[in-house]
């Protein structure tokens, strides 16, 4: 069956790095894309960015552009988010989400959702 | 960027009424549009894609329609499992974005 499975649960200071992966089971991964979406502490799901695993291009939202990388191990069939200088703002719930559409060359909506890493920014 | 709004924030409703949540695009989508279900602690569960499509396993009372700029989405009997939060996302462009929420509670 279709799996994404996160890392753990991260605290960090401002001003650091955090990089979440997100493994993937059951499918193809090469022929499929992979957005990230994170949620703030009583708020809404807010779109990160996406990669093509297929093609290799990346999106990403105007808000992180410059702070956030999508990679892919393909060999692993990981997925990766990389978010920079961190702010307390940035505590949120961030997932990953597999796109509906095969070989799409543009972020798709999501039939399968990592569970979920909580990433905490604190001094 | 799009940005989709959605309607109203908050609705509450009764086991069995028929609810409809709006949601608009500040410009044309086409029908790049889907539906997600999020209960609390839990990611987001897709509903409805392409604006109308039920995704597999949806329950039929649920249904998206529309088009361009406005699209709804009605669930025709509502059970006490439909009592959650419920997001609009545009997709197919260079980004993905979601409508801010709304929370469907019960009266």
């Known amino acids: 069956q279709v799996q994404l499975v996160q890392s753990g649960a991260e605290v960090k200071e401002p001003g650091a790095s955090v990089k979440v992966s997100c493994k993937a089971s059951?499918?193809?991964?090469?022929?499929?894309?992979i957005s990230w979406v994170r949620q703030a502490p009583g708020q809404g799901v807010e779109w990160m960015g996406w990669?093509?695993?297929?093609?290799?291009?990346?999106n990403y939202a105007q808000n992180f552009q410059g702070r956030v990388t999508l990679t892919t191990d393909t060999s692993t069939s990981t997925a990766y988010m990389e978010l920079r200088s961190l702010r307390s703002d940035d505590t949120a719930v961030y997932y990953c989400?597999?796109?509906?559409?095969?070989?799409?060359?543009?972020?798709?909506?999501?039939?399968?959702w990592g569970q979920g890493t909580l990433v905490t920014v604190s001094s | 960027d799009i940005q989709m709004t959605q309607s109203p924030s908050t609705l509450s409703a009764f086991v069995g009424d028929r609810v409809t949540i709006t949601c608009r695009a500040s410009q044309s989508i086409s029908s790049w549009l889907a539906w997600y279900q999020q209960r609390p602690g839990k990611a987001p569960k897709l509903l409805i894609y392409k604006a109308s499509i039920l995704e597999s396993g949806v329950p039929s009372r649920f249904s998206g329609s529309g088009s361009g700029t406005e699209f709804t989405l009605t669930i025709s009997s509502l059970q006490p499992d439909d009592f959650a939060t419920y997001y609009c996302q545009h997709y197919n462009s260079d980004s993905g974005t979601f409508g801010q929420g709304t929370k469907l509670e019960i009266k």
């Open positions: 059951g499918f193809s991964f090469n022929s499929y894309g």
């Open positions: 989400a597999r796109d509906v559409a095969l070989y799409s060359a543009r972020p798709s909506c999501h039939d399968f």
């Open positions: 990669i093509s695993v297929y093609y290799g291009n990346t």
